[in-house]
């Protein structure tokens, strides 16, 4: 059983593109939430991801994070978090976000404090929620910093990319400039490998590609085509399997705890259906990870 009860602020970040950032936000809120804990996600990122992963569309609210972000502009309307919280179905509370928020991250840089804002922004709710889970967008800029400044602690999503090496060494420049704003070391509290253990056929294992080359016969009703022994996708030789525990390795050793999360079809139904996993598959390969997850941060 999900115990615990710390208040704490969790960002999840990564500067490239679908490492799993919102998923991983909306999974462990979403058992955050089924524990009784009162859970507000804050979507920090124009794409709304999030927002729409909770199964609210951004058009249908009238205000976002952008107006609360303008709040600090003179001329712009007061507009405090609280007013643009807005209840989900799954139980969590949700600031959210749309394209708007694009136009923002210009003006802060006329901000000397600028990277403090989001941290400030929060302060009313801090202690009205068990949790605060800020989802950043695929980037270097003002809202991944504000979102690692304001947090208590980070999560880091990895996916199995062929660069995700590479991956963890621009983190590393990210949180030594963190670092330097804030005045202390930053770091990950855990590394979420997302994805994991089942890479989607066609990019995994060499020996899957006689499949493609069926396939493509009976797409275009020839012969099979001939296509030559393929080399391993994997650089060096190595076979998926030992590219992937190679990863897990170096994570481990950068950021001390590492968990991983399976390919999950639920994973895609649950956000279609504008729910976390934890209220419409908990069972499910990748349910079952988030709910260890979820544990996790609640033992933090
Ligand atoms: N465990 C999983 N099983 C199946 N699909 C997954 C899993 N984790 C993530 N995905 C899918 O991968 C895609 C990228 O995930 P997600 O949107 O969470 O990444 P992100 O890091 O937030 O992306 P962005 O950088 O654009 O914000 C999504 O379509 C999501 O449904
Ligand atoms: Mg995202």
């Known amino acids: 059983m999900i115990t615990g009860g710390n208040i704490s602020c969790i960002t999840f970040s990564h500067h490239k593109g679908g490492t799993g950032k919102t998923t991983s936000c909306l999974n462990v809120a979403g058992f955050l939430a089924l524990a009784g804990k009162r859970v507000l996600v804050v979507d920090a990122d124009p794409q709304a991801n999030a927002t729409m992963g909770l199964g609210i569309y951004p058009d249908s609210r009238r205000r976002h994070m952008y107006d609360v972000f303008m709040s600090v502009f003179e001329g712009f309307p007061n507009v405090p978090i609280t007013e643009v919280i807005t209840k989900t179905e799954a139980g969590i509370d949700l600031a959210p976000s749309n394209l708007d928020l694009v136009g923002v991250e210009p003006s802060l840089y006329m901000i000397d404090d600028r990277a403090g804002i989001l941290r400030d922004l929060l302060e009313p709710v801090r202690h009205a929620y068990d949790y605060i889970l800020i989802d950043t967008p695929p980037s270097m800029g003002q809202f991944v910093i504000n979102g690692l400044v304001a947090a208590d602690h980070i999560v880091v999503t990895i996916d199995a990319g062929i660069f995700a090496l590479r991956g963890i060494d621009g983190l590393e420049t990210i949180f030594a400039d963190i670092g330097e704003i804030v005045g202390h070391r930053v770091t990950a509290d855990l590394a979420v490998l997302t994805r994991w253990e089942e890479a989607p056929p066609l990019m995994s294992e060499p020996s899957v590609r006689p499949g493609l080359a069926g396939l493509l016969s009976r797409l275009f009703k020839r012969g099979a085509p ?32 590492v968990e991983t999360v399976p390919f999950s079809r639920e994973v895609y139904e649950a956000q279609q259906r504008g729910l976390p996993i934890a209220q419409y598959a908990p069972d499910s390969p990748a349910g079952l990870a988030y709910r260890r997850i979820a544990e996790g941060v609640l033992a933090w």
């Open 226 to 257: 001939q296509i030559p022994a393929a080399e391993p996708l994997s650089q060096g030789g190595a076979t998926e399997a030992e590219r992937r525990a190679r990863i897990e390795a170096e994570v481990k050793r950068r950021f001390g705890r």
